[in-house]
């Protein structure tokens, strides 16, 4: 009997589970070492999510910079920059923090989720879809049909 797929699916078990530690290794690594580059000097990194690729060799790390894009000046692309620059030493330390077969190769992105988040609740906060958003008392035109 052939299983049938329908449409693309999720990450695995596996590739979740190895995800979330090298999130938390990651995080230790961020936190501990002092990178020698002048746009990371004195930024805090928050790591919201690590996607492993199916065979684990490549990671792909969202990172947001501590108070977002709008109070850290603008300058999360050049945070991302600077992650980039360094992640074969990130890697190297990654390494030694984590047991896996394989230490993956590391891709930063900026986290947009946060971004979107902030968006959406400006747009609920408008007032013409705050009307939109109240309750309507119950109507009794239903009473008037017959």
Known sequence: ??????????????????????????????????????????????????????????????????????????????VVAGLNRHSKFLRGRLGHAIDMKFTPALKFLHDESFDEATRMNRLFEDPRVARDLQPHPPSDSWKDED
Not at 32 to 48: M, Q
Not at 53 to 69: I, K, M, N, Q, W
Not at 71 to 78: E, F, I, N, Q, T
């Open 1 to 78: 009997m052939k299983h049938s797929k329908s449409g693309p699916t999720g990450p695995s078990q596996r590739q979740l589970r190895a995800g979330e530690l090298m999130r938390h290794a990651l995080v230790e690594i961020l936190r501990e070492e002092e990178i020698n580059d002048p746009v990371l000097a004195g930024v805090s990194v928050t790591v919201t999510e690590i996607r492993m690729s199916p065979d684990l060799r490549h990671a792909t790390v969202f990172v947001e910079p501590l108070g977002g894009d709008q109070l850290s000046g603008g300058h999360a692309a050049d």
